[in-house]
């Protein structure tokens, strides 16, 4: 039976005038050859299930997934690629090109990083939006090039070759953008500011944009985004003249989410709510892309995101700004895992997913 995705919480007010895309759409993909591997899949989780690694909390009692009216939750991992997991999270002899759709009947969300380091094509979103459960969600990281040789100026051009370049093909499963900015880059108000209003809330606005692209995708570009749906930001900043309550009001005024990051302390880590979801980022507990969280270090961040999606902060919440950010309503709850040296990131993740009731694992639904 197919599973439907939510409509997102997304009450920003520069985003409420765009009121009629506040619908996802998760349509089954009909991919023949993802149709003819779910067996496969299926048996590797039952296998799973029956032999699995040692998450945190297993024995804890699972609840049923919630649903956006009260706030959803996704927990996932900063790109699937890596040797150190095959194995191990995989099952040995999987191939490669399976690993993406394992991954996802494991996991809720992933971070798309293969469009940091380049545009991708048309055909790869489309890859990988069929090999992935109707309910699942991508967040896509923004280009370097702009974020870093740039530097967020002259950003227009760039932009739309970004939002031509085939992110459409993700539909429904497009959760958010992640926008990283490089710790030489200090705060700058004019150029944060011309930045963030240069980026679109919703896929119809998206479209606009991608429609000015250049011929660096030209004979490539991907326009339709089908139906309008909210389009989602989060910003994550890397230089400490960012701790500036102004930031966090110019975060607010555009609807943007201010990354909450674990840096092993090399970076700014603060909790501010700026959005109408959260966005967290996990680097490592105490080496960063390396080690691992314990079940404390775990039920912490439970604690935490069970929080933030109530519509509440934590009251030992670190802030850049003494102005809490807007509570009552639920919030969508996004956080990845990015300690992906070894396999911590995947064994993380379904920890702390147990510990919050959603965990995936063996009961994913295989994609019609």
Avoid at 45 to 73: E, F, M, N, Q
Avoid at 112 to 127: H, I, M, T, V
Avoid at 176 to 185: D, E, I, K, T, Y
Avoid at 306 to 327: F, M, N
């Amino acid at each position: 039976m197919q599973t439907k995705i939510a409509a997102p919480l997304f009450h920003s007010s520069n985003v409420l005038r765009h009121a009629a895309c506040l619908t996802l759409d998760g349509q089954p993909t009909g991919d023949r050859t993802q149709r003819e591997g779910d067996a496969k899949i299926q048996s590797d989780l039952r296998d799973r299930k029956t032999h699995p690694a040692p998450p945190a909390a297993r024995s804890r009692r699972r609840t049923k997934r919630t649903s956006s009216p009260v706030g959803s939750i996704r927990i996932g991992v900063s790109g699937w690629r890596y040797p150190p997991w095959r194995g191990v999270f995989y099952p040995k002899g999987m191939p490669q090109r399976r690993e993406l759709e394992y991954a996802s009947r494991m996991l809720s969300s992933i971070e798309l990083n293969g469009s940091f380091y380049s545009l991708q094509r048309p055909e790869s979103y489309a890859r990988w939006y069929a090999e992935t459960p109707p309910d699942f969600l991508f967040s896509v990281k923004g280009p370097r090039y702009i974020t870093h040789i740039l530097r967020l100026r002259n950003a227009e051009k760039p932009l739309a070759n970004f939002l031509a370049s085939g992110i459409a093909n993700l539909r429904g499963k497009l959760g958010s953008v992640l926008w990283q900015l490089p710790g030489s880059l200090p705060y700058d108000p004019a150029l944060l500011e011309g930045f963030l209003s240069l980026l679109p809330h919703d896929t119809d606005a998206a479209a606009a944009i991608a429609r000015r692209h250049d011929d660096k995708v030209k004979g490539r570009a991907r326009l339709g985004f089908g139906p309008c749906r909210p389009l989602r930001h989060a910003l994550e900043v890397r230089h400490e003249s960012f701790v500036d309550p102004s930031f966090i009001a110019l975060l607010r005024k555009h609807g943007i989410a201010f990354v909450i990051a674990d840096t092993s302390g090399k970076w700014p880590e603060y909790e501010d709510v700026t959005a109408e979801f959260v966005y967290v980022r996990l680097h490592g507990g105490d080496e960063l892309y390396v080690s691992g969280y314990s079940d404390e270090a775990l039920r912490r961040w439970s604690r935490r995101i069970r929080q933030w999606r109530a519509g509440k902060e934590p009251r030992d919440a670190r802030r850049i700004s003494p102005e809490r950010g807007r509570s009552g309503a639920a919030r969508d709850v996004f956080c990845y895992f990015d300690n992906t040296a070894t396999d911590e990131a995947p064994r993380n993740a379904i920890g702390l997913s147990e510990m919050l009731g959603i965990a995936r694992l063996g009961k994913a639904a295989a994609p019609e």
